[in-house]
């Protein structure tokens, strides 16, 4: 596959793209900054970016804002973050949609180098990726004993198809049922999850990360 890197740090740039390139990929670009990463993204088109969440100039959460940016630009192009902080409020906003080619790892877990390597190749055939420990994160102004035992099977079969990237209507298309229907069912899924009505999260993304967590 045909991969760009983005991280401010050489030495993982420079690990990594050997680590790609041993294992048969092609690295298109490697970049230290997040302006570079949507330029090279926009002439490249690859079919995985590697992002780090704080790059420079700020050194805050720039990578993340860029991989929003990517998402909306060019949809095709998976994304992996590779960081070693879970910054909630873009990584929810990142949530938000569909969430195929997608996916969030943390440095300090990823052991081995074979984990590695599927997690970026099940990235770039559609899949999603997440390490536990961001789920936990995301999920722990929620946490309470386990409500995914409450829906029922229609239910579960709808956020089933909500963690896979679908639209309503789409769902109410493969389910064989009518939109409102499945408004319904997400509805009773939010309500079901204990899923709080804050501003600052989408319910929806807060579902597909407890049905993940499960």
């Known amino acids: ?8 740090s050489v030495l993982l ?16 670009a490697a970049v230290g900054d997040a302006g570079a990463l949507l330029d090279e993204v926009r ?21 993340l804002r860029a991989a929003l940016e990517i998402r909306e630009r060019w949809p095709e192009v998976g994304v992996l973050v590779l960081s070693q902080y879970v910054e909630k409020t873009y990584a ?17 877990r990823v052991s081995e180098v074979a984990e590695f390597l599927g997690s970026i190749e099940r990235v770039r055939a559609g899949g999603t990726v997440f390490d536990p420990e961001v789920v936990r994160q995301l999920l722990a102004r929620t946490t309470r004993a386990d409500p995914l035992s409450r829906l029922s099977g229609r239910e579960r079969e709808v956020l089933q198809h909500l963690a896979q990237g ?24 939010m309500e079901k999850l204990d899923l709080p009505r804050d501003p600052g999260y989408s319910r929806r993304v807060l579902a597909i990360l407890r049905y993940l967590d499960g």
């Open 13 to 28: 740039r420079e690990g990594l793209s050997r680590l790609l390139d041993d294992a048969g990929h092609e690295v298109v």
């Open 1 to 8: 596959m045909r991969v760009i890197l983005a991280d401010d």
């Open 92 to 108: 929810a906003k990142l949530l938000t949609g569909s969430t195929e080619r997608l996916g969030y790892l943390l440095k300090d």
């Open 43 to 63: 002439r490249h088109r690859p079919d995985v970016a590697v992002v780090d969440v704080r790059m420079p100039p700020s050194h805050t959460d720039e990578g």
């Open 166 to 189: 679908f639209v309503n209507a789409a769902i109410a298309e493969r389910l064989h049922v009518s939109v409102s229907t499945v408004e319904k069912h997400v509805n009773a899924i």
